[in-house]
């Protein structure tokens, strides 16, 4: 992948849509159900693997020339770790509330997969703007899957947003069970495939035309 | 030994709280690897020997090297540095069960080995250290406990293979082959296991 030739705006756009962790990858998936169950906690959640990828990408790049290679493993993991305790003990200290909720998820961001790939795939041989953008991207991308999740999840389950009611009547308690979330991720995936279906499909028929055009 | 709240440990463990299900915990490899029968099992019986062992070892270390009061009183209270102390015992003892079962016995290294490198940081390993860490349970009780979550690891695992087995031969709109309908039949599974919610009042 010749990340090198790309601008910065590009590795943003790149890990929010073309290799978004949640839909065109489907790894790190385990939160994405967990903590959908409301808008505010996918948002925070959201906002954690923001600050974790972006801060580790960073790190990384700076002391990429100081790692031996055999050793990368385990000093990637550390770094990991050492952020999200961080965000850990924030959330704990500041958010009260919400880390009742999700305080268990918030800690096992240290396992996510996205996370090391990008330390082992970019940050460890890219320069620190480019490597701080890409983890700008795919966290911001996580965050979008998150909001999506939790957009549909909490409005159908609940009727509201962000504690806020906004549709009165009987809500569909499915969605916030955790049943459907599996539901809601499917769905949604299945859908992100159909438009990319459909988008490939445009573009052949494009090329098609232009090439019986000329 | 409270044997009574050792089952019930386990039942909910594996049951009300399964790991999968209810948790959304290891859905990576869950997704991964469900699609034949012959690796859930393979998976499954590593997955609940590195949970129970990682649990022991965590255990230990978390009771007397970090809390307070551990080693001697007056021992300062070192828990923030759980995530890290944790994710470390787990990797070093799946690097170390991998050499030696390579040595011991070649032929269950070969075939079981493939999942050990998978599973060395995967959340659900990590989450049973950190819920006994959390809820403060004995020896016996994390035990208990891992053996419940690997139990209802290995029960969700075998369940959705058998399912996706047939699933490949199902026709299903292009959109929603592979995973998003096994995420779909993930959460009708899931619709099920509602049902032992409150089976246990724990």
């Given at each position: 992948m010749a990340h090198t030739h790309k601008s910065n705006w590009e590795l943003i756009k790149n890990g929010m849509f073309s290799e978004n962790t949640i839909f065109r990858m489907a790894i790190s998936l385990c939160p994405s159900i967990a903590v959908t169950n409301s808008l505010k906690n996918g948002?925070?959640?959201?906002v954690s693997v923001i600050f974790v990828q972006t801060m580790v990408n960073l790190t990384v790049s700076l002391i990429r020339n100081f790692i031996n290679p055999k050793i990368r493993i385990p000093i990637f993991m550390m770094v990991i770790a050492g952020y999200v305790s961080l965000i850990d003990m924030s959330m704990a200290a500041f958010a009260r509330p919400i880390y009742k909720?999700?305080?268990l998820y918030i800690q096992l961001i240290v396992a996510f997969a996205s996370i090391f790939a990008r330390?082992?795939?970019f940050a460890v041989k890219n320069k620190i703007i480019p490597s701080v953008a890409d983890g700008l991207g795919?966290?911001?991308?996580f965050f979008l899957a998150m909001i999506i999740i939790s957009f549909f999840r909490e409005l159908l389950g609940k009727g509201a947003l962000w504690g806020f009611p906004i549709v009165s009547g009987n809500p569909l308690l499915i969605m916030i069970l955790p049943a459907g979330g599996f539901f809601a991720v499917g769905l949604l995936m299945g859908f992100f495939n159909w438009v990319d279906a459909k988008l490939a499909e445009r573009k052949a028929a494009q090329e098609t035309t232009e090439k019986l055009a000329a | 030994m409270d044997f009574n709240k050792l089952?019930?440990?386990?039942?909910?463990?594996?049951l009300i709280n399964n790991f999968v299900f209810t948790r959304f915990l290891g859905l990576c490899i869950f997704f991964g690897v469900s699609k034949k029968m012959e690796t859930s099992v393979g998976m499954s019986i590593t997955f609940t020997a590195v949970m129970v062992i990682s649990a022991a070892l965590s255990w230990v270390v978390f009771t007397f090297l970090m809390r307070e009061n551990g080693l001697y009183p007056g021992y300062p209270d070192l828990t923030f540095l759980k995530i890290i102390v944790f994710i470390g015992i787990i990797a070093a003892f799946v690097q170390s069960a991998d050499t030696i079962m390579k040595k011991v016995s070649p032929a269950l290294y070969y075939k079981l080995g493939i999942y050990l490198a998978l599973i060395t940081t995967n959340c659900i390993i990590l989450a049973v250290p950190l819920i006994n860490a959390g809820e403060g349970y004995t020896f016996l009780e994390s035990m208990a406990f891992g053996v419940g979550s690997g139990l209802g690891f290995a029960l969700a695992l075998v369940i959705m293979a058998s399912i996706r087995e047939k699933l490949e031969l199902a026709d299903i709109p292009a959109p929603f082959k592979g995973l998003p309908?096994?995420?779909i039949v993930a959460g009708l599974i899931a619709l099920a296991f509602t049902g032992f919610s409150?089976?246990?009042t724990l």
């Open positions: 948002f925070f959640m959201g909720q999700i305080g330390a082992e795939v795919m966290g911001i991308g | 089952f019930q440990l386990i039942v909910a463990a594996s309908i096994s995420f409150g089976l246990i």
